[in-house]
């Protein structure tokens, strides 16, 4: 059991006005007591009260969760899970529930009268999982460090005849042989004009002479998670396509450059966001500037226009301006920054300068 996690999470229901929460994340469980199982279709959550040990409700079917420190509660697959949370609540009390609660537990949690009321308080977990210990970081680090080798791996692959799919199913290898364990999403390689694409999956393209390539790649290692993004040419870019790439670039450093504790999430945003617009290209970004990341790679927190909090040290999370002209060019550059005491650390070593491969 991380104690000080839990007194983290307990703080953030205080300050909410809550006194109990059920988590059933299996990724915040496991951050906030080392427990973690996969429950596909049947019942697994955390209790949290205000004060005394939480309590980690577990299938039978599931691994011993008895070294968690936590008071755990077993069942089986013929028992109702409902009953024994209910015995858990504080019926004249709100109770605190996680965003990913089925409402087949829900539902009848409220038609039983568990608690007084019930309020959507994931946040309370989000928002201290968004503040990365000294641990944290360095895991983050780590998987940054893979990543930056796994996109040198990728340039390698870079040639005539390559496909996109051929180049993105190849890739899990590479992470595995740097010591990732997987990806931390689908990765995506996009060739010519398909990198106009945002989101573009991975298909049967094959690389032809003079195409632009960009690759947006994340692995997972130690159970957290890294993201970046580099653009590509192989050939010469004409003084539009540099031109292009050039704003994106100063966009991306230029955020990077004002992140510090206080500054909002919207202010970073807006600063690449006016280096695109200055350049003419406005419409073309189409997307907020990042996410949060850690245990997964979109995490609650984004760096918006809409998000006027501002960054406190220990936050991770990408700054990855694109430019987007359908049938023409994409360009999209992506690093993780993790906030400091006084700046930002950026993750990614990989260079950023303009390289035709």
């Known amino acids: 059991m991380h104690t000080d996690r839990i007194a983290r999470v307990r703080t953030n229901l205080a300050a909410r006005g809550l006194t109990q929460l059920i ?32 309590t980690l409700l577990v299938n039978r079917l599931f691994p011993d969760a008895s070294a968690t420190g936590a008071h755990v509660v077993a069942f089986s697959d013929t028992d109702d899970p409902v009953p024994l949370v209910i015995e858990l609540c504080d019926a004249a009390r709100p109770l605190g529930v996680d965003k990913e609660l089925p409402a087949r537990w829900l539902v009848p949690l409220m038609q039983a009268g568990a608690a007084s009321a019930f309020a959507v308080a994931s946040d309370a977990v ?81 690389l032809e002479a003079g195409d632009m390539v960009l690759f947006d790649v994340g692995c997972k290692r130690d159970w957290y998670c890294s993201d970046m993004t580099r653009t590509f040419f192989t050939a010469a870019p004409t003084d539009h396509q540099r031109a292009v790439y050039d704003a994106v670039r100063r966009a991306n450093e230029a955020a990077e450059a004002i992140v510090r504790p206080g500054v909002t ?45 501002p960054v406190q040290p220990g936050m991770c999370f990408s700054i990855e301006p694109g430019i987007y002209l359908p049938g023409d060019i994409g360009v999209r550059i992506e690093d ?14 990989y260079p950023k300068e303009l390289t035709v491969l």
Not at 26 to 52: M, V
Not at 176 to 201: C, K, T, Y
Not at 303 to 308: E, I, L
């Open 126 to 206: 989000d928002d201290a999982r968004a503040l990365k210990d000294a641990r944290e970081r360095e895991l983050m680090r780590a998987a940054s460090r893979v990543n930056d080798e796994a996109m040198q791996w990728l340039v390698e692959q870079v040639r005539p005849g390559a496909t996109e799919l051929e180049i993105a199913e190849g890739l899990l290898g590479t992470y595995r042989r740097l010591g990732a364990q997987d990806h931390s999403f689908s990765p995506i390689v996009s060739f010519g004009a398909n990198a106009a694409d945002p989101h573009h999956e991975p298909d049967g393209t094959v």
């Open 265 to 309: 999430f919207a202010e970073i945003d807006l600063t690449a966001r006016r280096i695109i617009e200055d350049a003419g290209w406005g419409p073309a970004f189409n997307h907020r500037l990042g996410h949060q990341i850690g245990l997964q790679d979109h995490e609650p927190g984004d760096v918006s226009a809409t998000h006027d909090e």
């Open 23 to 54: 988590v059933v994340d299996p990724l915040s469980i496991w951050w906030l007591t080392g427990y973690y199982t996969e429950p596909y279709e049947r019942f697994l959550a955390l209790f949290i009260p205000a004060a005394g040990t939480p």
């Open 336 to 349: 993780l920054v993790i906030v400091t005491e006084d700046g930002c650390e950026v993750l990614n070593s």
